[in-house]
């Protein structure tokens, strides 16, 4: 039986999903994520980074992953656990 901290916790993420959730297709598996937009520096060089913090329990990352975002074909070029799930920056 789930403890009360996993129970809210996943009606937090059901919440967080239902607001700001998208779709993406990663190496053609229709996963639920959430964008975020970044603004990377590195001295006088800056943008924006195209982010996705990825909410299926399945997925393990790795680079050079395929993903269809946005209309868009990008690959995986890092990523990192944010807050236990997969969060991916795309190239």
Known sequence: MPN???KMAARMD????KKMGREAVI???RVDVVPAELLEEMS???GTAT???VFAADYRPTRNDAVE???????VTRYQLFNGKPQIWLE
């Open 4 to 6: 009360p901290f996993d």
């Open 14 to 17: 059901a919440a967080t999903l």
């Open 27 to 29: 190496n053609g598996i």
């Open 44 to 46: 006088a060089l800056s």
């Open 51 to 53: 982010v996705l913090v």
């Open 69 to 75: 975002y946005d209309g868009k074909d990008w690959i």
